[in-house]
Nanobody, 114 residues
Framework: QVQLVESGGGLVQPGGSLRLSCSASGSSFRLIAMGWYRQAPGQERELVAT???????NYGDSVKGRFTASRDNAKNTVYLQMNSLKPEDTAVYYC????????WGQGTQVTVSS
């Protein structure tokens, strides 16, 4: 079973930046499309970004132009660079396999507040 460990969250002021990391166990990581998801209190988990095995990315409308997903297959790690953060970006952020998720990790809390 693949284990996912997210990190890099924290408290940031509006307009600030954070870089999230997610490491995954397993030897086939490099072949797998990954997604970044977030869940705000009382809301459904939503997909915010995807990155293919080859590094192609897609973004939700709410984060397009502000968030950038990347990956380092040698390190079994995906990243989410988040710039121009807004209070509505406040959520627990998770990574997982796109479309057919593994068990969820613990996520990392991002709080955008002045």
């Amino acid at each position: 079973q693949v284990q996912l460990v997210e990190s890099g969250g924290g408290l940031v002021q509006p307009g600030g930046s954070l870089r999230l990391s997610c490491s995954a166990s397993g030897s086939s990581f490099r072949l797998i499309a990954m997604g970044w998801y977030r869940q705000a209190p009382g809301q459904e988990r939503e997909l915010v970004a995807t990155i293919s095995s080859g590094g192609s990315t897609n973004y939700g409308d709410s984060v397009k132009g502000r968030f950038t997903a990347s990956r380092d297959n040698a390190k079994n790690t995906v990243y989410l660079q988040m710039n121009s953060l807004k209070p509505e970006d406040t959520a627990v952020y998770y990574c997982n396999r796109f479309r057919v998720p593994w068990s969820w990790g613990q996520g990392t809390q991002v709080t955008v507040s002045s």
